[in-house]
Structure formats: C-alpha cells, structure tokens
Nanobody
C-alpha cells in the first residue's frame, strides 16, 4: 500500500513563493511518473507539473517558468517550488504517483493520491 503525504501549503502574497513537498511511503520507490495537480471547488482537476523516472519534466502552460518540480534520488520525495505566485494559483494541491504517461498531465493516468494541501494567494 502506497501513502502520499503533502506538506508546505499555506498562504502567500501575490509575487511570493511557497514550496510543497510530498513524501511517499509504503511500497517503496517508483520508476513511474510523479506529479502535482490542483483543484478549485466546482472545477475540474488541473495538472500542474510532473517528473518522469528519467528526470524529464512537464509543466502546464499556466505555471511554466514560475514553478519547478523535482524529486530526490530515492524517488520517495517530490517537491514543487512555486515562485511569483498569483491569486489564480489558489487551490488545493495534490501529489500523485505511479503515473503511466507523464507528458499529458492527466489525473486518470495516476494510481496513488495524497490528501492535498491548500495554497492560498492573495
């Protein structure tokens, strides 16, 4: 059983930064894609960024150049550095693991999900 636990959410002012982390435990490291998604109440989940087993990354157009996704060498921790935040980044952010297709940021590709961490930008 795989467990994902996010941390690092909170409040920030527009133009500020936050760093999210996701710790994976349970069944060990994965060679598949890990990613970040976000959701606002009443809207569909939006793919934010993902990183593949070889370190290649994919970003949504809305965050490219502002957000950086990374994972540690053990592939059990996923981070999201969020810079130059704006109010449109306000959402619940979810970590996802074992994605089969990293490049399309589709939540249906992922098997495991965290509980989410709230990010609020004002």
């Amino acid at each position: 059983h795989v467990q994902l636990v996010e941390s690092g959410g909170g409040s920030a002012q527009a133009g500020g930064s936050l760093r999210l982390s996701c710790a994976r435990s349970g069944y060990g490291a994965s060679d598949y894609c890990m990613g970040w998604f976000r959701q606002v109440p009443g809207k569909e989940s939006e793919g934010v960024a993902a990183i593949d087993y070889d370190g290649s990354t994919t970003y949504a157009d809305s965050v490219r150049g502002r957000f950086i996704v990374s994972r540690d060498n053990s592939k059990t921790r996923l981070d999201l550095q969020m810079n130059n935040l704006n109010p449109e980044d306000t959402a619940m952010y979810y970590c996802a693991a074992d994605g089969r297709v990293c490049s399309r940021l589709d939540p249906e590709d992922y098997y495991y999900w965290g509980q989410g961490t709230q990010v609020t930008v004002s």
